[in-house]
């Protein structure tokens, strides 16, 4: 998709140029017919990653058969049209970009061909027709089609592609392919993977249990006094589950954003020793496998927990029941979603030009005016998308108000019991739902609004040697004061965690012993077959390592390039798209798992049970954090710096590349630090989404936590911390620090 920057007015100057526009039209023509005359054209039963087919069958079994043999072979006359379509393009390769017939050839053929495979694809399915009123209409039928395989995936892929280079050769986004090709595919991408499962478990809340679409049983269930109820306002009982949501989502919010830019001031803005033992320490928590931080809170802080039996033997306080509830709910909430907020902030806080604060002191402002005026405004893209994060994971977790909430109820949790609860009720899991989308779209304007248009470029093509100022002493206590205990709370839940794993029964007998690790990663060598992994946790071990290693840096390169597209780029429904890009993070992931079986257990895209499904869901479930620490980060970018470049001649692509990509390090460490943690750690889609041959660690924990095994759950996250920790530490170095030409931060005194 490599492209030149040029208009179509003057995209024909040179046949240099000329040239240059051809490669990426050859090769999605080369690609496209590939995929129809060589690769099988439907997916095969053995899962996506087999090549079984290479021997068994292939190329005449009609499984295996490519598209050309599908048709002439096994009379699958509907692919007839595809291959008109392959058709279409071609003249395009001897006329001119600027000529009409060219882009007429390139959007009637790509938009046709990407738009009939599309619904065909709908139509026809594993048993028939795949709407029930075509069989209305047209009575049964025996023709049937399986998902989407290697030819089809490509010939989509390629129609789409000279589709939006069509747009580019008529004029859209000022003729840039690459850019062009960039919206095309991930408006595509998010649509078919966020807002298509989404839509298929959304749509139940207009069905009754016959499938009928009622809208007054809508309006009754959304209505519902269990979820707007305000009895709380005027006596002891709780209020609907909507204002509960709302109210926590504030409250972690707040904290976590204010938490998250504690520890950006400190490692970045402070002469702190041992800034690595911080940068770690607020990390800690986003590497906890899921209910592991609760089970800790509980031991410490329960009814039987080590701190109440202390203070019922020290001072006499009889043991209660506070954890359980609201408070629980933030402590847990709050300790494990600062490290996103951190993440974040980071990058931003470290962007603000020191020359601005210099200039500010020149004109005699103090380091208190200095910070408020002119740092502190700045650093706003960032603390608005943490705060967007932080309440948006708040409302969508369901692991630690299941664990901790007791009588205080939340969406998350309905939606969940709604779904596999023994009464259940997908067209109430749907609407509350709704309801959660609503609070995350009010998040987000909000959002919008308070950010406003103003420009937050702070990184520009000039020389920049300055040195940040000092912080007021009020911030910077405020920061230590903040952070700190923080720090000794992750490191006491985390030294519980640690402490599980080597006794017989955690909370109960704590005699030493290494038989939960034994039982679990244990290994031996045979004479006859080498390196035995005998450990019952080894498959899932490995399954989870590999998903995530492939996950996160798909995960990371989308998020950032979604992010250049929203803020370098303005097509028509920006703001729309923008919003459909963090469905996939509002929803529950039970409610996300739930919709991918659906959506994905039938033609045209058929993977569940395969591991596509897994990377493809961490793909777009934790998108949305590369995504707004790309915003945030980007938005402090100065444009000129790619118009620069595009004036030296350069394409978007290498703009992208050379030019912004080394100046948004700070997010992409958190891009693939989120992606990989999340992929290891995630539970609530996960549960729907693994089968025997992908099972993952969390479904393995869970496992062992609901048969009571804590000392195995605890050893296996202790291990998962640690390579965690390792990977963490792995991609820093990879990845590098940014260098903007400043000077490291001398000590500050406070």
């Not at 095309?184 to 807002?195: E, I, K, N, R, Y």
Request: proline fraction near 4%.
């Amino acid at each position: 998709m490599n492209s030149t920057a040029l208009s179509p007015e003057n995209s024909s100057g040179s046949p240099e140029k000329l040239i240059q526009s051809n490669y990426s039209l050859k090769l999605w023509l080369i690609i496209a017919w590939t995929g129809f005359l060589i690769l099988p054209w439907y997916a095969a039963y053995d899962g996506f990653w087999s090549f079984i087919w290479l021997t068994d069958g292939y190329p005449t079994f009609d499984e295996y058969s490519p598209g050309i043999l599908q048709i002439t072979m096994h009379q699958r006359w509907w692919l007839w049209p595809v291959a008109l379509a392959l058709l279409i393009p071609l003249p395009a390769l001897i006329w001119p970009r600027t000529d009409p017939r060219h882009v007429a050839a390139l959007l009637f053929g790509g938009g046709f061909g990407f738009s009939y495979m599309l619904i065909q694809g709908f139509v026809l399915g594993l048993h028939g027709w795949g709407w029930g009123f075509l069989g209305d209409l047209f009575g049964s039928t025996t023709l049937t089609q399986f998902g989407m395989g290697y030819g089809a995936l490509l010939v989509a892929s390629g129609f789409l592609f000279l589709f939006t280079q069509g747009l580019a050769a008529r004029g859209a986004i000022k003729g840039d392919v690459f850019v062009s090709g960039s919206i095309g595919l991930t408006v595509t991408m998010v649509t078919a993977f966020v807002f298509f499962p989404v839509g298929r478990i959304l749509i139940n809340a207009l069905q009754d249990d016959e499938g009928n679409y009622v809208f007054s049983l809508f309006l009754e269930k959304i209505t519902s006094h269990n979820i707007w109820g305000v009895a709380c306002l005027s006596s002891e009982l709780s209020c609907g589950v909507a204002w509960n949501s709302l109210w926590m989502g504030v409250l972690v919010g707040t904290a976590t954003t204010v938490l998250g830019l504690a520890f950006a001031l400190l490692v970045t803005r402070t002469g702190i020793q041992a800034k690595g033992f911080v940068r770690t320490a607020s990390l800690l928590p986003i590497i906890t496998p899921p209910f592991v931080i609760g089970l800790a809170l509980i031991l410490l802080f329960g009814r039987a927990g080590a701190v109440n039996v202390f203070l019922e033997w020290a001072f006499g306080i009889p043991p209660s029941r506070w954890l359980y509830g609201l408070t629980g709910i933030l402590i847990a909430q709050i300790l494990a979603f600062t490290p996103i907020a951190f993440l974040v902030l980071v990058g931003v806080v470290e962007g603000v030009s020191p020359s601005m604060e210099e200039a500010a002191q020149t004109l005699r402002a103090s380091p208190w005016q200095t910070f408020w005026s002119v740092s502190f405004p700045l650093m706003r893209p960032g603390i608005a998308n943490a705060f967007l994060l932080g309440f948006i994971e708040s409302l969508a977790d369901f692991g630690n108000p299941l664990v901790l909430g007791g009588q205080y109820e939340v969406l998350s949790t309905q939606i969940f019991f709604a779904i596999v609860g023994a009464q259940g009720d997908p067209g109430m899991a749907a609407v509350l739902a709704i309801v959660l989308l609503l609070f995350t779209l009010s998040a987000f304007y909000a959002q919008r609004r308070w950010l406003g248009k103003k420009s937050y470029a702070t990184v520009t093509g000039k020389g920049d040697a300055g040195v940040h100022v000092r912080l007021p002493r009020r911030v910077a206590w405020g920061a230590y004061l903040t952070a700190l205990p923080f720090i000794v709370m992750s490191l006491i839940v985390y030294g519980m965690i640690l402490f599980g794993g080597f006794v017989e029964t955690w909370g109960y007998k704590h005699n030493f012993t290494l038989k939960h690790y034994i039982a679990e990663f244990s290994l031996y060598w045979s004479e006859e077959y080498g390196l035995i992994w005998e450990g019952a946790a080894w498959n899932s071990f490995w399954t989870t390592l590999q998903i995530s290693a492939i996950s996160a840096p798909l995960t990371a390169g989308l998020g950032l390039l979604i992010a250049y597209i929203l803020v370098r780029q303005r097509f028509w429904g920006k703001d729309i798209f923008e919003f459909l890009t963090m469905l996939s993070f509002a929803v529950p992931g039970t409610v996300i798992g739930v919709g991918y079986i659906l959506a994905f257990n039938v033609p045209p895209i058929e993977i569940t049970g395969t591991g596509v499904i897994l990377v493809v869901c961490f793909i777009f479930r934790n998108m949305p954090t590369g995504i707004r620490a790309g915003i945030a980060a980007m938005s402090q970018l100065d444009p000129s710096l790619d118009e620069a470049s595009l004036t030296l001649g350069a394409r978007s692509f290498t703009t992208l590349r050379r030019i912004l990509l080394p100046l948004l390090r700070p997010a992409l460490i958190a891009a693939l630090v989120f992606g990989f943690v999340r992929a290891m750690t995630a539970i609530s889609a996960v549960i729907f989404l693994v089968s025997a041959d992908y099972d993952m660690a969390t479904s393995y924990i869970l496992g062992r936590v609901e048969f009571g095994d804590y000392g195995l759950a605890i050893a296996y996250s202790s291990v998962l911390i640690i390579v965690m920790l390792c990977v963490i530490a792995l991609i820093q170095f990879a990845v590098g620090k940014r260098e903007l030409g400043r000077r490291e931060t001398e000590a500050l005194t406070i």
